[in-house]
């Protein structure tokens, strides 16, 4: 009666043991192409980063005064901060 019952266990752990292995090799292999993938991406990918001038604002000068006139919002608060540089020519 103790061998009906060893039989079907060691059945079941056949099958378990071999289910755990073959998750574990698909986990490798599903790691390994998403790695290989990160490489090829990294490999196409442009990392520079393209600084481009954009038109802010106007700068007047009437009877020795300047007068700022900006066209977008959002650089009123660094030139009340006074983040700015000035460019010669």
């Known amino acids: 009666m103790e061998i009906d019952m060893l039989i079907p266990l ?3 752990g056949l099958i378990i043991g071999y289910l755990l292995y073959s998750r574990s ?7 390994e192409v998403y790695e290989e993938k ?3 991406w990294k490999e196409h990918s442009d990392n520079t980063i393209v600084s ?3 038109l802010v604002g106007l700068v007047y000068d009437q009877d020795y005064e300047l ?3 900006t066209l ?4 009123v608060d660094r ?4 983040k700015f540089h000035l460019k010669e020519r």
């Open 79 to 82: 030139l009340s901060r006074g």
């Open 25 to 31: 090799m698909y986990e490798k292999e599903v790691v």
């Open 38 to 40: 990160l490489k090829q």
């Open 67 to 69: 007068t700022i006139e």
């Open 72 to 75: 977008d919002d959002k650089c």
């Open 52 to 54: 481009y001038k954009e």
């Open 10 to 12: 060691v059945i079941l």
